[in-house]
């Protein structure tokens, strides 16, 4: 509102000043809006810092303008924005003007630009919640919590030879030659050599920091309050907690004034919770120890039936180097894929599990050549037994016979397929497409051709045939995923007659290196992958209120992973 008296010439004039300040300061641009202030130099020399410090996202509006003879008094209503717009500081200031001639000039004053300005240079700060929110898992103990880590930042004139000789005992791959080649890399930019937690830098902390070209600059992160755990869970819990800690966060500007640092805007942080996870750090452990002495690259995964949590998702360093395999990597499910396959013939009404079925070695179904493992044959046996030796011929038989959208809505039913959107993971299931060609549905019936599964996936299809309907699957305590769609319900009587028959697995079929393991039930798998020479390893299985899967890249065979299921279910007593 403008409150006039006088000329209206020279009220416009007025009007036009105040108004040019404050948009020169909604851009952001000091040298413009020092132009019009009665002092252009010392207002520049204080509006190019705040800028600089506060950024320049903001928006100032004049608010009421009030004249006097050849001065006047005006307000100037001002929102800064921090942290990407989720935080706003919103004020409002005082100014004056003067007239001078034929021109009005605002009379420079800090303080009508941002309260606190004329008593020192402002600046922004967030405040995080305190004490900081912990990861947990299912019992309550400390899972991720905040440390803080020291990177290790080399310059070209580093010593190289020194840096590594402190720093190799704790991470043997680091040598001079890798750090030379980091600091190429890096094109004359300082480089991250290695980042160490407090109790490591410690012995070393006083050589390190002695050395030319070499910075040590403390962060805070969350980390594994284990050092030796590793998940690939472990990044996306933590980006929940970034995200609840972000959310929760206060802040500050604060004037640097002679007295000290003062506040002149903010909020407190909020109280932020613990995030409750499922995963159990005992069973982690036992994962991760069944899958370390494998040399290619292996994951487990292991699920409550009962309620869908994730109690332990493991891989080994070799995964590490490719990514969150166990989560989202995609490979053929070979013959553990016959757990739908079956369940979509039983319900097809082709068969029951007594039906006698051939077992020939090979055979040539719809033009595919279709060998079992080694070619051994069974003749006629019952469909449990084809099924507990895993014969491919007796699979890919069956298949064909099946509507090109049976294996799809059978594996559905199992929740391999389907998308789920869990708080805390991002997780891929897999793939069945449908299978319109007879030769697709042979090779899909025994878990080739276009049919890829995460071992997340498979570990779900085992979860599933356990509880007799797919769990949500849930990785945070009461945040169960949803599903992108709701398939048909499985058959009750389907799943337990699944089940049995993965009993016969474990007692007289491909994994009785696990019969020594109470009510173990369980499916083999052997995927081919480029070529009939390179297969990748499978295992599912069901122990009570367990269920797991284990892939093992490049394996050759099933036994690797059934020897790892067995390794991590027997370190459980």
Known sequence: MLILAGCSASEDRLDSAVRAFADALSKGDAAAAAAVTSDPGPASDTLRPLFESLGTDLQVEAGDIERKDNAATFTLNTTWKFRDGRTQWTYTTNGTATESGEDWKIDWDAAAVAPGLNRGPLSY??????????????????????????????????????????????????????????LTAANGQPFTAITLRQEDLAPIEAQLSALPGVTLAPQTRLLATDKTLTSPTFSGLSELWQERTDAAAGW????????????????????????????????????????????????????????GDLLAVAQNAQADAQGPIALTGLYPPGSTFKTVTVSAA???????????????????????????????ELGQVPLHTAFARSCNTTMGRLAVNLPPDALTKAAAQLGLGIDYTSPGMTTVTGKVPVADTSALRVEEGIGQGQVTATPFGMALVAAALARGSVPPPTIVSGAPGTPDRTPDALPATVAEQVKTMMRETITGGTASQLQDIPDMLGKTGTAEYIDDQHAHGWFVGIRGDLALAVFISDAGSSGPAVDAAGRFLRAQG
């Open 346 to 376: 039983l319900q097809a009404g082709q068969v029951t599990p007594d039906s006698v079925v051939a077992c020939p070695g090979t055979e040539n179904i719809e033009g595919r050549q279709i060998p079992n493992d080694d070619n051994f």
């Open 125 to 182: 700060t967030t405040l995080a919640p305190d004490p900081a929110a912990r990861v947990l898992d299912r019992t309550g103990a400390e899972l991720l919590t905040q440390h803080v880590v020291t990177l290790v930042n080399l310059s070209p004139d580093a010593d190289l030879n020194a840096v590594a000789a402190l720093v190799n005992p704790l991470a043997p791959g680091i040598t001079a030659q890798s750090l030379q080649d980091g």
């Open 252 to 307: 500050a500007v604060t004037a640097q004034t002679a007295a000290g640092v003062q506040k002149v805007g903010g909020q407190e942080p909020r109280p932020v919770g613990d995030i409750a996870s499922t995963l159990d750090i005992a069973l982690q452990r036992a994962a991760e120890g069944a899958l370390t002495p494998i040399p290619t690259p292996a994951a487990l995964v292991a699920i409550q039936p009962s309620t």
